[in-house]
């Protein structure tokens, strides 16, 4: 007698069977390592964005408080400023804003320095400008 062999069929290629649970798990963490740090790169991108946008809301409420003092609407002496209707921010910040003037060399002349402070999350942001404005 003869062996005979017996035709065992192929078994499909590795590459029709598909993904091994392995190379499942694999892809999907690094997946979510990537979504991880997508998330996170986006909280920092939006706390900066509130920061910058608060910053601008306190440039302009100092500016707003200087063009007033320069219009002659508000009188050139030291103290805490209330905006009231004059000025809105834009992000959601209250905003406190202070002068302090200081009489200069030539008469009628005075240096003033406006503060607009706001707290922005749990940091305390300041923006001053200082100029000189002549009295009346």
């Not at 920061?51 to 007033?68: K, N, P, Q, W």
């Not at 219009?71 to 805490?80: E, S």
């Amino acid at each position: 007698g003869r062996d005979m062999a017996t035709v065992v069929p192929r078994s499909r290629r590795r590459s029709d069977r598909g993904f091994s649970l392995l190379e499942a798990i694999a892809a999907l963490t690094i997946f979510g390592l990537a979504i991880l740090v997508a998330t996170g790169f986006l909280d920092v991108q939006m706390s900066a964005a509130r920061r910058y946008e608060a910053r601008a809301d306190l440039v302009r409420a100092a500016e707003t408080v200087l063009e007033s003092v320069r219009g002659g609407v508000r009188p050139i002496t030291a103290g805490d400023v209330d905006l009231g209707d004059e000025f809105q921010p834009l992000s959601a910040i209250t905003v406190r804003t202070t002068i302090g003037v200081t009489p200069r060399p030539v008469p009628g002349l005075y240096e003033v320095r406006v503060e607009a402070r706001a707290m922005v999350r749990s940091e305390e942001m300041v923006v001053s400008i200082t100029t000189q404005v002549w009295g009346p």
